[in-house]
């Protein structure tokens, strides 16, 4: 991993440890931990195994967005450049991810391919938790300001750049200006997303987006209701997708803050102690983003090994 990507993650990480241990030592110390305590062993491997399942099916979305472009690698390894590419999800809007990009260009992958695949990922996990958010409704009509914000502006945005015509008009945008060459490169990336927004790729990617992604939400459910928090499965799936989408709009590294702020508030207005809803959603993030981190780490860990196996030793000086 290239030394300023190592820096950015031990920053993050670094930021992550003081804000959590700020957000304990702020709450009731004690209060928290007996709310942890009281997890169970079995709910923690299951909460764990929801996160896993949903890697893995993000990762069949991939795999089939880069078949679309016309690539086959072998699964495994293919499966651990994705996983290689969360090391640095801790970055504002996943841009971090990118990295896969590095992966896969010795198969052939072009940037703007790999490129297009990741924007496509983003933008349709954007629209999968927009309309997972509208689950809160159920329980809480009094929310759907704050949905249909977030709704209009994913559906606005999904219909935007679905348009044919979009790349040529950047291109024409940006010509005599300043910033003309992002205009031409965002053109080009959406050129090349073009195959994976054709309504069969779309459709599909967004439905296994909606499942991925509810998968975590359930993780939340389980969590709440050991430790005596008493929501439905769609309030627990709705309130995650609203803290992720907060975190998301911030902009912030992995959204780090706004996402577990989000998320206790809304917890306790569902009913849970200041003390229980800081140990909900400190565990659910560590099993829902440091899970993830941390098997990006190993997986680069797995290649980086792999690679040196691979390269021939120099040969001795006579």
Request: hydrophobic share 55%.
């Amino acid at each position: 991993m290239p030394l300023r990507h190592r820096r950015a993650l031990t920053l993050s990480i670094g930021l992550a440890a003081l804000l959590y241990l700020s957000v304990v030592l702020f709450a009731d110390q004690q209060a928290v931990f007996a709310a942890l305590r009281r997890v169970s062993l079995p709910v923690l491997l299951a909460i764990f195994a929801l996160s896993l399942l949903n890697y893995l099916l993000r990762f069949w979305r991939w795999q089939r967005y880069v078949a679309a472009f016309g690539h086959a690698l072998p699964a495994g390894r293919h499966f651990l450049y994705y996983l290689a590419g969360f090391t640095l999800t801790v970055t504002p809007g996943k841009a971090g991810e990118a990295v896969r990009s590095l992966y896969l260009h010795p198969y052939g992958v072009a940037y703007a391919q790999s490129l297009a695949a990741l924007f496509v990922e983003r933008l349709l996990d954007v629209l999968a938790m927009s309309l997972l958010a509208l689950l809160i409704l159920l329980t809480r009509p009094d929310y759907t300001w704050l949905v249909a914000i977030a709704g209009v502006l994913t559906l606005g945005l999904g219909w935007l750049i679905t348009r044919t015509w979009l790349p040529e008009k950047l291109r024409g945008w940006g010509q005599n200006h300043r910033h003309g060459h992002q205009f031409g490169r965002l053109a080009r990336l959406l050129d090349s997303a073009a195959a994976l927004l054709q309504p069969a790729y779309l459709l599909f990617g967004l439905s296994l987006g909606i499942v991925s992604w509810g998968l975590e939400g359930l993780s939340l459910y389980l969590i709440a209701h050991d430790v005596g928090v008493e929501v439905t499965l769609a309030t627990s799936i709705g309130v995650y997708a609203i803290a992720v989408l907060a975190g998301a709009l911030s902009f912030l590294p992995g959204g780090l803050g706004s996402t577990e702020a989000i998320m206790g508030v809304l917890l306790a207005a569902f009913g849970a102690d200041g003390a229980t809803a800081v140990a909900i959603t400190l565990l659910c993030r560590i099993a829902t983003l440091w899970f993830a981190v941390a098997l990006g780490g190993v997986a680069v860990g797995v290649l980086g090994v792999g690679h040196k196996r691979m390269t021939p030793a120099p040969p001795l000086a006579k």
